[in-house]
């Protein structure tokens, strides 16, 4: 079962793109990540065994404090 994880996040630039992509692709069990900006700003985070909470508190740390986690779903 995969999950999908959506995080809200102001993207404010490059780098701060940058750094998330970082953050999020070498989290373990995160095969992909999909930057959305669709009247809100999220990241797409999917794969298995991921902790949700972990890259949240992660992007908090280094890039936002604004990060929030807004969905985890199980997709087949």
């Not at 995969?2 to 701060?16: D, F, G, M, R």
């Not at 009247?39 to 604004?66: F, H, Q, S, W, Y």
Request: proline share 3%; glycine share 4%; aromatic share 0%.
């Amino acid at each position: 079962m995969t999950q999908k994880i959506v995080i809200e996040l102001p993207l404010h630039c490059a780098k701060c793109k940058k750094k998330i992509l970082a953050i999020c692709t070498t989290a373990d069990g995160v095969t992909t990540v999909t930057l959305e900006r669709e009247g809100r700003d999220r990241v797409v985070i999917k794969g298995e065994n991921i902790d949700p909470a972990k890259i949240t508190e992660c992007l908090r740390e280094k890039v936002t404090k604004n990060a929030e986690l807004v969905s985890v779903a199980m997709e087949d």
